[in-house]
């Protein structure tokens, strides 16, 4: 049981560039997250998903986009890249509505030059 | 909208010193309230939760109560050890919110030996 895991752990890109995270979880959980990291901003949501075929915009959706195929795998893409998108991107995900943990990705230091 | 205020950081105490790291909410619904630690170079995962007014959640040693009146969920620690070095993060999340969690923008605690 590997938990949630993300690829890569490191990233730089140029501006302008696309690029795909990945994020996979093992656990059949439903509700899957992306959230960035910044400096004294804490966590803001990106996008999120209830199920297979079916997202919706967070906090800060701007520049980003996001499928779910499948219960298993939830990538998000950063369409073209941008330096305000430097930033730690954490992925998560959990088994039910509200109350039950959520069990996060190891994350992806991603920097645009 | 909802929100999680945490006091500014960072924190740096003395090995086996006591530990009170604020949290105060606003939440338009009844939420579940959750302190989340990061490790350096790790992701976040759950330290205590608590689902409803006058839970306590514990783990490690970590203590936090969930006062509706006040609207708190204090972080508390009688002893804190250098291996409790992390991020502390505040978190609450609001039943039919999709699992959304919302975040405080987190607070460092540094324990020298």
């Known amino acids: 049981n590997a938990g949630v895991t993300q690829t890569p752990k490191f990233q730089v890109l140029k501006t302008g560039q696309s690029m795909t995270l990945q994020c996979a979880q093992d656990?059949?959980?439903?509700?899957m997250s992306w959230y960035r990291q910044d400096p004294g901003m804490g966590l803001r949501l990106i996008h999120y998903?209830?199920?297979?075929?079916?997202?919706d915009q967070g906090e800060v959706p701007n520049g980003y986009n996001v499928s779910r195929s499948t219960t298993e795998d939830f990538p998000l893409r950063l369409l073209s890249a941008a330096p305000s998108q430097t930033s730690v991107y954490f992925c998560a995900s959990t088994a039910r509505n509200g109350v039950a943990e959520q069990y996060f990705g190891p994350g992806t230091r991603l920097t645009v030059t | 909208g909802d929100s999680v205020t945490q006091m500014e950081g960072p924190v740096t105490l003395s090995e086996e010193a006591f530990l009170t790291i604020n949290c105060t909410y606003t939440?338009?619904?009844?939420?579940?309230l959750f302190w989340y630690v990061q490790y350096p170079g790790e992701g976040l995962q759950l330290l205590l939760k608590?689902?409803?007014?006058?839970d306590k959640g514990s783990n490690k040693g970590f203590e936090a109560t969930y006062r509706k009146e006040t609207t708190s969920f204090h972080l508390e620690k009688g002893s804190v050890q250098v291996s409790d070095s992390a991020v502390y993060f505040c978190?609450?999340?609001?039943?039919?919110?999709?699992?959304?969690?919302?975040f405080g923008k987190g607070i460092t605690l540094s324990v020298r030996p």
């Open positions: 608590a689902t409803k007014a006058d």
């Open positions: 656990m059949n959980h439903e509700y």
């Open positions: 939440a338009t619904g009844y939420p579940s």
């Open positions: 978190a609450l999340s609001v039943a039919g919110a999709n699992s959304k969690l919302t």
């Open positions: 998903s209830v199920g297979a075929g079916i997202t």
